[in-house]
Every structure is written in C-alpha cells, then in structure tokens.
C-alpha cells in the first residue's frame, strides 16, 4: 500500500510541477481589421458649371453684327470680351460691360466684313468666365 501512496504523491508532484496539458482559455477575441468608413456622399452645388447664353453673328456689307440673345443664364452675364480675328490675320478686340438681351452689337469696317473666326469670353456674376461663342465664318 505504501508503494501506491508513493505513486500518487509521485503523480500529484508531477501534475503539480507540469501543469496542465490544455491550452488555458483565451479571453480576447482575435483582432478585427479595421473597416474604413466612408461618409455619404451630398452634393454640392458647383456655381462654375458650364453657363448658357446664346448670340447670332451676321456680316453684312462692311458690318459685323452680334447680337446677344439671351439664355438661361442671361441674368448672370456681367461682361463680354469680343475678339474677331480678320482673314488678314488683324485682329479686333473690344470688351462690353452689361450686356443687353436683344442688343445687337455692330463692328463696323473700312470695305467689306472679312472676319474668320469670333470668339466671345462670358463674365458671369460670380467671376467665372467662359468663352460662351467660337464662331468661324
């Protein structure tokens, strides 16, 4: 009997001095990767959308005529910035402040209108600018 108390204290011993064979519990969870998040999206209006005004470019003997003809956007248009270059390659630049629905425009020459090409530069009421007419004659 003595040799069975002796292999149980020898076993407890060893138990003790071992520990146990498991793996203890974990009580944190595995990470998770972080998910990035995106805020929604909300519009915002843009005040330098593409402006919308409409001109008609005629010549006429020693005249070219432009006259501004309104738009959706007439109500913002502030200031034109007129270039007619000439066949010749001259070119004519005149600037018009406040500009009126309906108004024609006249630009008159010595002999016959040979303009090639009018380009008109909008300026709209909150500084935007854009060529608001490219016309090739």
């Known amino acids: 009997m003595r040799s069975v108390h002796w292999t149980c204290l020898f076993v407890a011993i060893l138990v003790i001095s071992c520990g146990c064979l498991q793996p203890a519990p974990s009580n944190t969870s595995p990470a998770t990767p972080a998910v990035p998040i995106t805020p929604p999206l909300t519009a915002t209006p843009n005040p330098n959308l593409q402006k ?4 008609t470019v005629t010549q006429a003997g020693s005249m070219l005529n432009i006259t501004y003809d309104g738009g959706p956007d007439a109500a913002d248009l502030v200031s034109l910035a007129v270039l007619i270059t000439n066949h010749d390659g001259t070119q004519v630049p005149r600037t018009i402040n406040n500009p009126v629905v309906g108004y024609t425009y006249v630009f008159p ?19 935007y600018q854009q060529t608001v007419l490219m016309y090739y004659t």
Do not use: D, H, L
């Open 109 to 127: 020459y010595r002999g016959v209108a040979n303009a090639a090409f009018v380009n008109i530069i909008g300026t709209f009421r909150n500084g």
């Open 52 to 55: 919308q005004v409409n001109f």
